[in-house]
């Protein structure tokens, strides 16, 4: 067991190591600007994804109307994650609509849409891309294997390459979110 964990661990770290890339340094430059202009211009983050993406996407959330490193104004962001929402539409009108149809309810010009998918494959959030882009909505994909259907939708993207698996795409696509947060609350509060 101890050589498997620490091939696991080595596989995480060489997730993790993609974002050091000049790709990514500039994908969490460009992410964390585009979340401080949005919040300077008083508008808000949608974010959405599936299964343990949906709870990443919680987190996120979670990390702008709470805290993250200091004590700071609530900053406007809202995951998708509603399950009366997600249901209603879901039974109405099929599971591929529920992200498309909260951003319609939510989304205005100018809002940021954020997607999380590993695969890019998903119907729902490949549709949530769509809907944000017909709403005037900046738009920015996690994505991983390859990037899938969503690959160069987005108007921002990172993708986390040599994966089959989620789990370490998810644990890269996190530590992404944590400093481009960082990284905002650095230019919009002067916090070290």
């Not at 969503?150 to 990172?158: F, G, H, N, R, T």
Request: proline share 2%.
């Amino acid at each position: 067991m101890k050589k498997q964990i620490e091939h696991s661990v080595t596989q995480a770290v060489e997730a993790i190591e993609q974002l050091a890339s000049p790709e990514g340094v500039q994908f969490i430059e460009t992410c964390a600007r585009w979340l401080a202009d949005c919040f300077e211009r008083d508008k808000k983050v949608l974010i959405a994804g599936n299964g343990g993406s949906l709870c990443d996407a919680s987190h996120f959330a979670e990390e702008l109307t709470g805290f993250f490193r200091s004590h700071r104004r609530a900053l406007p962001a809202l995951a998708l994650n509603d399950p009366g929402h997600l249901t209603c539409v879901a039974n109405d009108v099929g599971f591929e609509h529920v992200f498309a149809r909260a951003i319609e309810a939510h989304g205005l010009p100018g809002d940021l849409f954020i997607g999380l998918t590993t695969s890019g494959n998903s119907a729902n959030i490949i549709s949530a891309f769509k809907r944000a882009k017909e709403l005037g909505l900046k738009t920015i994909a996690f994505l991983g294997k390859g990037g899938g259907k969503l690959k160069e939708v987005a108007d921002l993207e990172l993708c986390i390459e040599g994966f089959t698996s989620s789990d370490r795409i998810q644990e890269a696509h996190m530590t992404a979110i944590h400093i481009a947060i960082e990284m905002m609350e650095r230019r919009l509060f002067d916090v070290s």
